[in-house]
């Protein structure tokens, strides 16, 4: 599975923005995708996911309320779109396509995108 992520930029804080993931096709191993963020120096954080079956998501306390992500089975396509951007924001997005378990958890697969920079300034 082949992921191109698209979108990122720069914003002025309170800002917006929206991500795009798009996937070469889909396997039966992949229930779920994710969109995660990394700064240099630091873990990589899971951000938010979402469900093909149903769409069910689950996002980081630090997004809630801010972020939506959202998906176009028909396109193999992955959205987030991030309203009310902070400063600490800033950082490359990634978007995995990997699969949630029976306890909620995601599981990210091997099959990463290439990373899109978003810088949000004060």
């Known amino acids: 599975v082949h992921l191109v992520e698209s979108g990122g930029g720069l914003a002025q804080a309170g800002g917006s923005l929206r991500l795009s993931c798009a996937a070469s096709e889909r396997t039966f191993s992949i229930n779920a995708m994710g969109w995660y963020r990394q700064v240099p120096g630091e873990q990589r954080e899971l951000v938010a996911v979402i469900t093909i079956g149903d769409g069910s998501t689950i996002y980081a306390d630090s997004v809630k309320g801010r972020f939506t992500i959202s998906r176009d089975n028909a396109k193999n396509t992955m959205f987030l779109q991030m309203n009310s951007l902070k400063p600490e924001d800033t950082a490359v997005y990634f978007c995995?396509?990997?699969?949630?378990?029976?306890?909620?958890?995601?599981?990210?697969?091997?099959?990463w995108g290439q990373g899109t920079q978003v810088t949000v300034s004060s």
């Open positions: 995995n396509a990997g699969f949630t378990g029976a306890n909620g958890n995601y599981y990210p697969s091997r099959y």
